[in-house]
């Protein structure tokens, strides 16, 4: 078992087998745009989107229905017979009947609700683009952070190993100085308690490997192999004001709030256009087959309604409020992405500085484990001291890896919270979702034709 954590150990420390192949932040970042199944998921999310703004605009054209007709008819006379004398006419009466009917119908007039409703679902369309934006940067920066603890708990589980090492040393130095009477056997026994907790700190830290390597598999689709140091950190605004204003102008979320309030606009006009009357059309051909005979009917039909209850002012003021409510979640979306940001950057700054703090703190740490040690060589100080200042110096180290693991993974927090944490950004060299090329193909709502063919191409492009 031991063994076996040692490989993980080592393995996840990014020293690798010579034939295993090196794997780069950038490709742990491509891996998990490549095999996010919530991208796939919200990526069919919006080609669904994309056919309703397909559906509103086939509302605006007219409706063509084809119907046939054949009927075969056999009545019984037999109880329309005379009850005394010969029978009049035969038993049985058949008819047969066969016509065909095309119709065509169009609205003429409606108050705009037919346009507006297209531009709704436009307006949808770009919704949801922007959620999709805002899911693309959760993914790559779960990928990040993912990434960067892997290494992180590696170079912990590496401490912790060296920290077993030395008290194990220090614990057969006290027995040693025990046997010649230089120290208690107090001295020894707090040596194997320490020792005791380090293999229990070890054991903890490779347990918290075996975690963040499950967390890695989970945001990458793949087990951590032979991971490769973290490249230069992505160029960060020079101010907070500065990032706070990209977020404003860019930030998908309030992209998205800006969308929902202007449907929320339009759907108050379509609650205007309500009370206003419809004006439709109609043609409709008809033939009977077995005669030969046809006839033709056209007419316009104006239609208004006098009474309905108060459903339609109790839907315009429905309308007014959910506009309210979309402007105020609007307003809230600045507030939320300015405070991200402002979150971030202080999250960056305090990381730092406790990386500078920490810093000195390994280097004083060093220096006096190094002096303790060597005055318990004279007898000037006991083992608990030395055990105490290697601790020091081992919790030092830890909060110095621990910093700087926030710190990288706080930049990309940083441009996230901006909205500038996406593939393209990045430029990490990939072919990316393009929104447009499915709703450029389906926005006219084309019929089954070779146009249809080439939506069933982009489908099977999407699905490998």
Not at 138 to 162: K, P, T
Not at 197 to 213: F, I, P
Not at 439 to 461: C, E, F, M, Q
């Amino acid at each position: 078992m031991q063994k076996f954590w040692a490989v993980v150990s080592v393995t996840a420390a990014m020293v690798a087998a010579p034939v295993a192949q090196a794997e780069t932040l950038a490709d742990a970042l491509i891996s998990a745009y490549k095999t996010s199944h919530l991208l796939d998921r919200n990526q069919a999310v919006l080609r669904a989107a994309d056919e309703d703004a397909a559906v509103a605009l086939a509302q605006l054209r007219p409706v063509i229905t084809f119907a046939t007709q054949a009927s075969w008819t056999k009545l019984d006379n037999a109880f329309s017979r005379p009850v005394f004398g010969p029978p009049i006419g035969p038993l049985y009466t058949e008819s047969t009947d066969a016509s065909a009917a095309l119709t065509a119908s169009f609205l003429i007039y409606a108050g705009g609700r037919g346009q507006m409703a297209f531009e709704v679902a436009k307006e949808s369309v770009l919704s949801t683009r922007a959620a999709l934006v805002n899911l693309e940067q959760q993914v790559l920066l779960d990928a990040v952070s993912a990434y960067v603890d892997v290494r992180l708990q590696a170079e912990i589980v590496a401490l912790r190993q060296s920290n077993v090492r030395l008290i194990s040393q220090e614990l057969q130095a006290a027995r040693d100085r025990f046997e010649v009477g230089e120290v208690t056997l107090t001295d020894v026994s707090l040596a194997e308690a320490r020792r005791a907790a380090a293999q229990s700190g070890l054991a903890a830290a490779e347990g918290a490997l075996e975690v963040a390597r499950e967390r890695y598999k989970a945001a990458i689709g793949h087990y951590p192999n032979n991971l490769q140091g973290l490249p230069r950190l992505p160029k960060a605004p020079n101010s907070e004001e500065a990032a706070k204003a990209i977020a404003v102008r860019n930030h998908p979320v309030i992209n998205q709030a800006g969308h929902e309030v202007r449907i929320a606009d339009i759907r108050v006009k379509i609650a205007e256009a309500a009370f206003l009357p419809t004006v439709s059309s109609s043609v409709s051909v008809t033939e009977d087959w077995l005669s030969g005979e046809g006839n033709a009917v056209a007419g316009i039909t104006f239609s208004d309604t006098i009474y309905q209850g108060g459903e339609r002012s109790a839907l315009y003021r429905r309308a007014l409020s959910s506009k309210e409510a979309s402007a105020a979640g609007q307003l809230q979306a600045v507030v939320d992405v300015t405070e991200a940001v402002g979150q971030a950057w202080s999250n960056v700054i305090v990381q730092q500085a406790s990386i500078q703090a920490g810093s000195l703190q390994v280097v004083a740490a060093q220096k006096a484990f190094e002096g303790v040690r060597e005055e318990a060589t004279l007898g000037a100080r006991t083992t608990l001291d030395v055990l105490n200042a290697e601790q020091e110096l081992l919790n030092a180290r830890a909060d110095k890896l621990q910093s700087e693991a926030s710190r990288y993974v706080g930049i990309y927090q940083l441009l996230s919270s901006m909205g500038q944490l996406t593939a393209e950004q990045l430029n990490l060299g990939i072919t990316t979702y393009d929104p447009d090329a499915y709703y450029n193909a389906v926005k006219k709502a084309p019929l089954t034709s070779t146009r249809g063919k080439r939506l069933d191409n982009i489908l099977k492009k999407i699905a490998k």
